[in-house]
């Protein structure tokens, strides 16, 4: 038996805003520990006897991240399939399994979201090891996580009739959608209930078939989507029409609530799914006032705060139960009780069309990345980073023009016809329409400075004629 740890990256994680953003979401942050969450899932079920290499589940717009991310640990996926846009958890998983039982018919999927707590790894092995003996050729196993509060944050799952003699197996009797304050209390007494981890395994074939018969539509959708899709450097992209007329559903929703074959393992593995800020706070183990500190920060007479400094200084006096949180363009303070209430200013911003949401001023690029550093009426100023090797679009702009400074480094430019090199202290100017690219050939990382002149400043004015990373 061989079982595929399939990594689903999808979503943008924005009730942990301003330190997760659209363009770089929970999953792919350090907030746990020194690697990002998605590192530390799929290292999680790396080297396992009879663990196949993971195979990721990604947004077109984070390809380059989750490579660049697998490839600083080690790992070589099975494929990085790419959605063109999301469809929630049950066509991306229909998607995985169309690709793995192409190239294993009896392959066993374990399905974990890229943006999950598991303190307790052994007693997590034993629960997957419990899982791959119960499922046989049909069971949907889910694994539910033995509840330590009356949570209405999370679903539930009530379990049935045991399945094995020692009584870690039961049926499902049914699934809860998040409950008010009372129902919850109410599902701890019982003590039957489980909160709904979102983590499942099954045969490919077994979800295939069960999808098939409870939602034909998005299921032929993923299996054209599959069948349609293309190799685009080290990717598998899904065709894009296919999988864009695929109803957008959960697998709890499109399936898990209503097959026969589900199947619960309640586990107790330290598991947390980091869905806002105070839940962070849970997970980090705090000094002797309880508080977390991260950054320069300055804490006096404050307890039970978590305080999250990413550019500046932050002093905090006399205050207790807060959310503090620093980046170089947004501060959020909330009040423990209320960070739920963050995706309301994630809304706010997209109604007002900024950007805080989006990007940090820390941009990535698979070259490298950029940073504003300053911009007025007319100009803007960056700090680009090109990383050794790599290589800008040949591209040109109508609107504006540029000046690069070398910092450190040395830079490959092509300006038109004309190709030199520069070194640190040399700069060179790119007019208004002007033919351009710029590569760093050496083994170090090259840092300039550009200032951006011009009526309109935006990123989507570039016109690329050649790019190595094959982007639009």
């Known amino acids: 038996m061989n079982i595929y740890p399939v990594i689903l990256s ?42 196949a290499p993971p195979l990721v589940v990604c947004g077109d717009d984070h390809r380059f991240l989750v490579a660049e991310q697998l490839r600083q640990i080690g790992i070589t996926p099975t494929a990085i399939l790419l959605e063109a846009q999301g469809r929630n958890t049950a066509p991306a998983v229909a998607a995985a399994a169309n690709y793995l039982a192409a190239i294993d018919p009896d392959a066993v999927m374990l399905v974990l979201p890229a943006d999950h707590v598991i303190v307790d790894d052994d007693a997590f092995h034993l ?31 009530r379990r049935g009739a045991a399945l094995d003699t020692s009584n870690t197996c039961f049926a499902v009797e049914r699934f809860v959608e998040k409950p008010d304050r009372a129902t919850a209390e109410k599902f701890i007494a019982d003590k039957n209930y489980s909160w709904n981890s979102g983590m499942f395994m ?46 957008a559903e959960s697998i709890d929703f499109a399936v898990m609530e209503h097959t026969p074959h589900a199947l619960v393992i309640p586990v107790d593995i330290g598991w947390s799914d980091v869905g806002s800020w105070s839940a962070l706070a849970e997970i980090k183990p705090g000094d002797k006032d309880g508080n977390i500190l991260h950054g320069d920060v300055y804490a006096d007479g404050v307890t039970d705060t978590l305080i ?41 911003l997209k109604l007002e069309q900024r950007s805080e949401h989006l990007n940090h001023t820390r941009v990535y690029r698979p070259w490298g990345c950029y940073e504003g550093i300053d911009a007025g009426e007319r100009f803007q100023v960056k700090r680009i980073t090109v990383d050794p090797g790599e290589k800008l679009s040949l591209q040109m702009h109508h609107h504006r023009a540029e000046h690069w400074v070398v910092v450190t480094g040395t830079a490959r430019i092509t300006c038109g016809e004309n190709v030199r090199l520069l070194t640190e202290n040399e700069s060179i100017y790119i007019p208004i329409g002007m033919t351009h690219r710029l590569e760093n050939p050496g083994k170090m990382p ?27």
């Open 10 to 51: 999808g979503g943008s994680g924005s009730r942990l805003w301003p330190l997760s953003r659209a363009a770089l979401p929970k999953q792919l942050l350090p907030l746990v520990s020194e690697r990002t969450m998605l590192q530390d899932t799929v290292l999680r079920v790396s080297g396992w006897k009879g663990m």
């Open 127 to 157: 629960a997957v090891m419990l899982a791959a003996d119960a499922i046989g050729s049909t069971a949907l196993a889910t694994f539910g996580i033995v509840p330590t509060a009356a949570e209405t944050g999370y679903g539930y799952i």
């Open 202 to 247: 099954f045969r490919a074939s077994a979800y295939l078939a069960e999808l098939q018969r409870l939602q034909p539509e998005m299921a032929q959708c993923c299996a054209l989507a599959v069948h349609d899709a293309y190799s685009d450097l080290s990717f598998c992209r899904l065709d894009e029409t296919a999988y864009a007329a695929c109803p």
């Open 308 to 348: 999250r400094s990413e550019s500046r200084f932050v002093a905090a006096i006399g205050v207790d139960n807060l959310i503090v949180v620093e980046t170089r363009d947004a501060v959020l303070i909330v009040a423990k009780d209320q960070v739920q209430r963050v995706k309301q200013v994630v809304e706010h």
């Open 446 to 472: 090259l840092h300039l400075i550009e200032v951006q002149s011009g009526a309109y400043l935006g990123e989507d004015d570039i016109v690329r004629f050649d790019d190595v990373y094959q982007r639009a």
